[in-house]
């Protein structure tokens, strides 16, 4: 127990800045090797230092994930939090779509549609109302973020939701986190593996299955609870940036062409 606490040493807002550092240099690079038509979803063109990067922001989403419920536990407002996601996810979605819609099309939508809910299947799970009232909230939060086809559909509510039930239960969150991310990979990248096997794909699983468990450890082992000196900036920094970073994205693909 000793040993472990001497390992907490990074704060929130330490650990923002670097999910910010990967998520930026991940997307500009990603953004940078694609045009107008959809990717291989591999960068197979790109030299290997830089799919890494690419596939080194996925350790983004789930330290995100982990900060929202975090924010469930320590926020003094519910339903503030739930706004402004809500509100940054508006304003996320007019450079998103810019950037996206030729490639995905109009339907899909920013991760902070995602977050919102993930936020709401927490609130959801810990109404007052019955059991079996609570879980049907819980699907129809999944269900709406699939149907709105947020960025990591249910996955980002499942992952959300774990993380706070289980807080204080270190193997049944890891055992629900590990088991979420599992599915994940088995739906996104193993079938592709089975049917069309390249070494490509494979390093891209094998860097992906890295970024779910080192998000885990920076969440777990490393993050010692505490804020930072500044967070007020860094709280709405992070929420400027992320709009702000998709803008940057598509002046720079208006200024190549």
Aim: charged fraction near 15%; glycine fraction near 6%; hydrophobic fraction near 55%.
């Amino acid at each position: 127990m000793e040993k472990t606490s001497r390992l907490k040493v990074i704060n929130r807002d330490a650990i923002k800045y670097i999910i910010i550092f990967f998520m930026f240099t991940g997307h500009l690079l990603a953004w940078l090797s694609i045009g107008d038509t959809k990717p291989d979803g591999y960068y197979a063109d790109c030299p290997l230092w830089q799919r890494i990067f690419i596939e080194l922001s996925l350790i983004t989403p789930p330290v995100m994930f982990f900060f929202v419920a975090d924010g469930f536990k320590y926020t003094r407002s519910r339903k503030k939090y739930a706004l402004r996601l809500f509100i940054f996810g508006c304003i996320t979605q007019v450079p998103f779509y810019l950037l996206w819609f030729r490639l995905f099309g109009w339907w899909q939508t920013n991760v902070m549609f995602g977050l919102l809910f993930g936020l709401l299947a927490l609130c959801a799970w810990y109404s007052k109302l019955k059991l079996w009232q609570r879980i049907g909230l819980v699907i129809l939060c999944c269900l709406g973020s699939a149907a709105i086809m947020t960025e990591w559909m249910i996955f980002a509510p499942l992952i959300i939701l774990g993380l706070q039930v289980f807080r204080e239960k270190p193997k049944a969150r890891a055992i629900w986190y590990f088991s979420i991310w599992a599915v994940y990979l088995g739906v996104s990248s193993v079938p592709s593996l089975i049917t069309d096997f390249t070494p490509i794909k494979l390093e891209v699983t094998l860097v992906h299955a890295f970024d779910f468990i080192a998000a885990y450890l920076i969440m777990t082992v490393f993050y010692n609870g505490k804020k930072g000196h500044f967070p007020t900036f860094s709280k709405w920094f992070f929420y400027i940036f992320y709009p702000a970073h998709i803008l940057l994205a598509v002046i720079l693909k208006l200024i190549m062409k």
